[in-house]
C-alpha cells in the first residue's frame, strides 16, 4: 500500500469524527482532565514531546493522531524517548521523518506509523505566505513556522468541520514556563519574534479554513491566539 492509500484509510477511519482537537504543548493542557472528555465524534491530534505529559500527570488519554517534525528528534536522546512511546501504541496514528526509523530504539513500528521523507520548510522568520495550507500530505509534509502546522494539514485533510486548538499558547510567561512542565526545555530565544509567527500563521490558517466554512476556535484562556479565534471551553466544544 502506498502513502495515498494509507492516508486514505486512515481519512476512512475517522470519517465519522466531524471535529478535531489540535492539542499543543503550552501549559493549558495542565488545565484539562482529560480522562474525562467525551470523544466520541472528536479526532485529537498531538504533537513533539506530549507523551511526557501522560506520563507526568498519570493520563490515560492519548491523542489519534501525533506528529513530530523537530530536528531535536534526531539529536536529543529525551526527546526520542518520548517520541517513541507514542510510535509504540499502535492507537496512535503517528507522522515523523524517515530518518527518524534509524534514531529510534523501536526495532518494529506498526503499521499506522508514517515515516516522511517529503517534509516541506518554509524559513522560520519569513513571510507566511497565502495558500501554503493547499499542501496535500501525501506530497508534502509542511513543517513550518510553528508544530501545529502539519496537526491543522491533517485536519485540512480530514476535511472536518470544526477545529479547537488548545496549548498554543504562544510565549507569554516567564522563560521555562511556556509548556505544560519545566523540563521541556525547548523555548526559542527571540520571544516577540516567534510570538508574531504564531500569529501570522494562525491569521492565514483562519482564512483558509473559513474558506471552507471550518470554523478554528480557540480554547486557552491565555494565549497569543485570543485575538485571533474565538475563545470556546474545551468541554463545550467536544460535547456539542
Request: hydrophobic share 35%; net charge positive.
Amino acid at each position: 500500500m502506498n502513502n495515498l492509500d494509507r492516508l486514505n484509510a486512515i481519512k476512512d477511519r475517522f470519517k465519522d469524527k466531524n471535529k478535531a482537537v489540535i492539542v499543543g504543548n503550552g501549559p493549558s493542557i495542565n488545565d484539562i482532565d482529560w480522562d474525562s472528555l467525551d470523544a466520541s465524534s472528536t479526532v485529537f491530534l498531538g504533537c513533539n514531546r506530549l507523551s511526557n505529559f501522560f506520563i507526568e500527570n498519570n493520563v490515560t488519554w492519548r491523542p489519534d493522531i501525533y506528529t513530530c517534525f523537530t530536528s531535536s528528534s534526531l539529536k536529543d536522546k529525551e526527546w526520542r524517548d518520548s517520541i517513541d512511546r507514542c510510535l509504540m501504541d499502535e492507537n496512535i496514528v503517528s507522522f515523523v521523518f524517515k530518518k527518524y526509523r534509524s534514531f529510534s530504539k523501536l526495532s518494529n513500528f506498526h503499521n499506522d506509523v508514517f515515516f516522511c521523507e517529503n517534509v516541506k520548510e518554509h524559513y522560520r522568520h519569513g513571510p507566511v505566505s497565502r495558500g501554503f495550507m493547499n499542501e496535500h500530505p501525501s506530497k508534502n509534509i509542511i513543517k513550518s513556522f510553528s508544530a501545529t502546522v502539519v496537526l491543522f494539514q491533517i485536519c485540512n485533510f480530514l476535511n472536518v468541520e470544526e477545529i479547537a486548538v488548545i496549548g498554543q499558547d504562544g510565549y507569554i510567561f516567564e522563560r521555562g514556563m511556556n509548556h505544560f512542565s519545566d523540563s521541556y526545555k525547548n523555548e526559542p530565544t527571540n520571544f516577540q519574534a516567534t510570538n508574531e509567527r504564531i500569529l501570522k500563521v494562525h491569521r492565514e490558517l483562519r482564512r483558509h479554513f473559513l474558506s471552507k466554512s471550518v470554523k478554528i476556535y480557540n480554547c486557552s484562556k491565555k494565549s497569543v491566539l485570543k485575538d485571533v479565534h474565538e475563545f470556546r471551553s474545551l468541554d463545550s466544544f467536544v460535547k456539542t
